[in-house]
């Protein structure tokens, strides 16, 4: 019997017994492996993998530029923040050339310019050597810009007679020229940093954000880094209140399924801020956004918590790294920036953020802000489509309440946990400084 022949038998056993069908999309492990085609592999059962915690990316020799494109997919819509890869013993890579495939190829189509045209735009990716194939793949996911700076690299050869994984080389958050400094450090130690664009170095990068650390303050205690929007100013409230004014509706937060930016303080957040002052922390804003409005945010601040924060750390993307005043705008991520400035804990009401810092290579203790429509799930740039507009979606779902069914996949062990208003911020925050986690 055929394979095509036994699919259906085979199938029908399968789903006599399947009872996963809940499972989200996004991987739980938050993890992507990169493996090879070779038929005696079975990655799931060689790494403890179960249904829905990675994805698994196979082709021929476990190659890093041919998985590029799925990468990119599985970090930038599916929230994977960890790339394994796996190369192994005996792989049939290490015994050929592409020329030589080429030939073959050629040879059994003898004549055929259309089999020759289109073999040779092929490169087969092959290697000479096992341990260098894998350090040169993993040098390639470091280095390209496609992939997240936080991302966690390993690399590692299987040996297909013994069944045993053996650690070639790992690497983490030095994926962009935006890494930070001590990470690079510990990796080229004594090299001279590579610049970025605009003629910004990792080395100025840096010490605009480590002069907030010398700031001068009025606490010496440890430090607490909050997010801006929707932890500080209730942004989609403003909205509701300026829609119900104008319109006579009934808005409420729940109403809204993201949020959006304007600026009204949250009820108890001034409160909040100033019990975490008497505490003894130290407090900056680290916050995404950009050096457009990285001074209009310091007034805001200034205004509304007078003497309570020491600066502002604008996590913007496309701007070089500078300081002005209380404003520092920076390529690091929020997880760069919160370790770099050692911080003990963020607070943040963005679970994409929250995940991000909870699972960086130094994890950060993280407070997710708010019992919010946005933040009970993870959304990424694939949800920007016009197929994806709240009418059309809900349609789609047959009237179902998917916002009220989608979840925050933690991983296992993450410091992170969930408040829901300042109030129980505070006591969360004070029960831990009682039980001496911060000193």
Known sequence: MSFQESVASNNASYVSTFDKGDLPLPPSKHLAVVTCMDARIEPVGQLGINLGEAHIIRNAGGSA?????????????????????????????????????????????PGDAVVAEAVDKLQFLEFPHLEDSVKDDVKFLQENPLLLPETKISGWVYDVRTGKDESSTTSTNDMSAAASVHELEELKEGLEAPAVEGGTTLEEEREAVDKLVTAPSTATGPLIALDLDDVLSQTNQAVADWHNDIYGTQMKLSDFLYRIYNAKPIPGAREGVESLKQMGFRLVIVTARSEDNADESWKWVDHHFPGCFESIVCTGQFTDAHKKGHEVVTKLSKAQVCDDLKAVLLIDDSAENAIQCVTAEKPIQTLLFGAYEWNKRLSGPGDAREEMAYDVRLEREGGRKFWEEEGVPVPEGAPLHRVRDWGEAIRWIRARKEEGKWQ
């Open 65 to 109: 530029k041919e998985a590029l494109r799925s990468l990119v997919i599985s970090q930038r819509l599916l929230g994977t923040r960890e790339i394994a890869l796996f190369h192994h013993s005996d792989c049939g890579m290490l015994t050929f050339t592409t020329e030589q495939l080429k030939t073959i190829v050629k040879d059994a189509s």
